[in-house]
Nanobody, 125 residues
Framework: QVQLVESGGGLVQAGGSLRLSCAASGGTFGTYGMGWFRQAPGKEREFVAAISRTGGTTYYADSVKGRFTISRDNAKNTVPLQVTSLKPEDTAVYYC??????????????????WGQGTQVTVSS
């Protein structure tokens, strides 16, 4: 069973930065596509970024492109998400997810079988 634990969230002023991280245990991390999603209060969960199993391919939502960077360290079983130039509309719970069926990564939440508990990011104006 794959377990995912997010960390690094917090309260930050607009324009600030955070480094979120996802630590994976169990399973075969290096074979999974990995993704980050977020859910704001009263809104549906939305795609943020994804990365292929090798790290060679990345995908971003248009709303975060140029501000967020996803990467992975297959030796440490981690998936960092560097978030910069934060805006109040980035406020959400951020979730890490793993997709055994989509090793190249995916923007569709239905492609992910394993999810973490989330880490809260709050951006004040």
């Amino acid at each position: 069973q794959v377990q995912l634990v997010e960390s690094g969230g917090g309260l930050v002023q607009a324009g600030g930065s955070l480094r979120l991280s996802c630590a994976a245990s169990g399973g075969t991390f290096g074979t999974y596509g990995m993704g980050w999603f977020r859910q704001a209060p009263g809104k549906e969960r939305e795609f943020v970024a994804a990365i292929s199993r090798t790290g060679g391919t990345t995908y971003y939502a248009d709303s975060v492109k140029g501000r967020f960077t996803i990467s992975r360290d297959n030796a440490k079983n981690t998936v960092p998400l560097q978030v910069t130039s934060l805006k109040p509309e980035d406020t959400a719970v951020y979730y890490c997810a793993a997709s055994p069926k989509r090793p190249w990564g995916s923007q569709a939440s239905d492609d992910y079988d394993y999810w973490g508990q989330g880490t809260q990011v709050t951006v004040s104006s």
